[in-house]
């Protein structure tokens, strides 16, 4: 027998759900929302409008083109005096006799043949002088000669010459470095020499004095 009293509950009030459970359904439904609104008005309408920029390249290095370096000048037809480069040696008062090597020896010749003039071997305020071939014109038992280059110290000394002070514009006589009072002086048989002057100063003068010319004008 089934009594019923006032304690007794209705089943369909067990189907209806807590305020709570309503408010907090709510809430959630709510936050979802606004969510969702929240990522759709954040996504960019141009999805390529976030993507990284591109780098650029690297600029490239600036250069610096050299200015072209200057042609050496030609030699002057005419020094002042003795000069560095390629000349023909010329007697001052004969100007169609050339210094030129004979074999091992130097002579005057009327064929002519250049000769480099360098900076002295064994003092570059003097000059020394080199053939075709590479030898030097030097002293060798007062005799004038062309001979290969020897790093000796008596070789470079016999191989360099000093210009005489105070001679007439185009013109130049030499004195032998470690023979200082010797000149380079033409001899009668048109060899070469170092010599002191003796007799007739104004012969060995004009016999000790030379210039340079160009090759291309000989």
Known sequence: MTIYGPGGVDVRDRRRLHPGVLALVAVAGVIVV???????????????????????????????????????????????????????????????SYLVTDGEYAEMSDEPAPLTVVPGL?????????????????????????????????????????????????TFRLRSKNYPDYFLHQRDDDSLYIDKPDGDADDFVEESSFSLRSPATP
């Open 34 to 96: 606004a969510a969702v609104g929240y990522f759709v008005f954040r996504s960019p309408s141009d999805p390529a409008a976030h993507l990284p920029a591109a780098a650029s390249p690297p600029a490239a290095p600036a250069t610096t083109t050299p200015a072209p370096s200057p042609s050496e000048s030609p030699s002057p037809t005419a020094p002042a005096g003795v000069a560095t480069g390629t000349w023909l040696v010329t007697l001052a008062d004969d100007e169609d």
């Open 122 to 170: 064994a003092d570059d305020t003097c000059v020394s002088f080199r053939n075709d071939s590479g030898a030097y014109l030097r002293h060798y038992d007062y005799r004038l000669r062309f001979d290969q280059r020897d790093d000796a110290d008596l070789f470079r000394k016999d191989a360099t010459f000093c210009p005489e002070d105070d001679q007439p514009a185009g």
